[in-house]
């Protein structure tokens, strides 16, 4: 009975893995969303965003997921966060599970939510 569109919308777009001011992303409990375009790449709880986004701005983080069909640019990947433990009193891994479920996220493992 969750809405995905209803946390989207919380969501802030923090900019592309090449500009983003690790400053302003927060030392809190979140989800972070990793998007090409309009596409989902990846989508996850994370108990602390600044050291996740940190570690996605590092060179060798993408590459374990480049292959001879897709390499990442981290010009056009983009990152959002939502900052917090719950979301309309529901606990963010019930929404993280939504997200992956609607999402479909390219290296997230298939889930049922």
Request: glycine letters at 2%; proline letters at 7%; a neutral charge.
């Amino acid at each position: 009975s969750l809405k995905a569109p209803s946390i989207q919308k919380m969501f802030s777009d923090i900019g592309t893995i090449h500009n983003i001011d690790i400053s302003s992303v927060p030392s809190a409990e979140g989800i972070i969303e990793l998007l090409e375009a309009d596409r989902h790449l990846y989508i996850s709880r994370i108990t602390d965003l600044h050291a996740s986004v940190e570690q996605i701005q590092s060179p060798s983080s993408l590459a374990f997921m480049a292959n001879d069909f897709w390499r990442p640019n981290p010009d056009t990947l983009s990152i959002r966060i939502f900052q917090g433990d719950k979301y309309l009193k529901v606990p963010i891994r019930q929404w993280q599970l939504k997200l992956i479920s609607e999402n479909k996220p390219v290296f997230n493992y298939p889930i049922a939510a």
